[in-house]
């Protein structure tokens, strides 16, 4: 018996859903991504995420390492190997949707950042022409420029745009000053009702909510020369299973790269 394919945007609603992440408390679950570095490359590469985090092309400062032989979500990480949660920019729908906000995801792409403003999209895969998830695509293809961007404010990262009523436009100014002080920094750009968002145009009556990628930090690991391999949406954890980057790294004695 065939399967039919599932869209990703079919896949964001179905993981949005089980989002229960509250950013009052920090508690919650969240959709994570999961990649794979080399066990002897595990310090260098939290540096490089920690690195990434206080650039702020980060959706969250929280991970959680995942050692060889133990299983997360049905995966077990093989011998050798860390596997590294970080948190999902699909978290963010999930909490429009906790708020009452109606929205629709239109895709992932690469957005261009000048003098650390963000410019344009100059890649976008929709979702619901994709099975699958167009920043695991793009983060392969290696035309971002994270480490650009975290050096000078030049250069390009990987984003995601959805778009939200506008009625309900209030709710999305309220839940981003909830957010400005949580631990779920990933929102980049909202647009006007009506209006284009850095270049990519919204269905009439309403507005586009732009977030940084949850793969931003681990393309900066690819760029720093760290092999990875990444899965995209891996599953639901709840955040309190993650640590912030700064304790992990204070823990684990990882030490600033030359």
């Given at each position: ?156 990262i990987l984003a995601n ?40 145009q919204v269905s009439p ?12 930090p681990i393309a900066a ?38």
């Amino acid at each position: 018996m065939s399967r039919s394919l599932k869209f990703v945007n079919h896949t964001i609603e179905d993981f949005a859903m089980q989002v229960t992440y509250d950013p009052a408390t920090g508690g919650g679950k969240v959709v994570f991504n999961l990649s794979l570095v080399r066990e002897a490359d595990i310090q260098p590469v939290l540096d490089v995420i920690r690195t990434a985090c206080r650039s702020g092309v980060c959706v969250s400062d929280l991970i959680r390492l995942v050692p060889a032989g133990e299983t997360i979500n049905g995966f077990t990480v093989p011998a050798g190997q860390t596997g590294v949660c970080t948190i999902c920019s699909v978290t963010l729908d999930g909490i429009l949707l906790k708020r009452g906000v109606p929205l629709h995801p239109i895709g992932g792409g690469v957005v261009e950042i000048v003098n650390r403003i963000p410019r344009r999209f100059t890649h976008l895969i929709h979702y619901d022409e994709t099975t699958i998830d167009p920043l695991q695509v793009l983060i392969a293809e290696e035309i971002s420029s994270v480490t650009k961007v975290i050096r000078s404010g030049n250069g390009t990262i990987l984003a995601n745009i959805r778009e939200c009523h506008m009625e309900a436009e209030p709710l999305v100014a309220e839940l981003l000053e909830d957010l400005a002080s949580s631990q779920f920094i990933g929102v980049l750009e909202v647009g006007l009702p009506n209006s284009p968002l850095l270049g990519v145009q919204v269905s009439p009556q309403y507005m586009g909510v732009v977030a940084v990628g949850g793969t931003n930090p681990i393309a900066a690991v690819r760029e720093a020369g760290y092999p990875v391999v990444t899965r995209a949406m891996k599953g639901v954890i709840d955040s309190t299973e993650m640590k912030g980057i700064e304790q992990l790294c204070a823990e684990m004695h990882v030490a600033p790269r030359a």
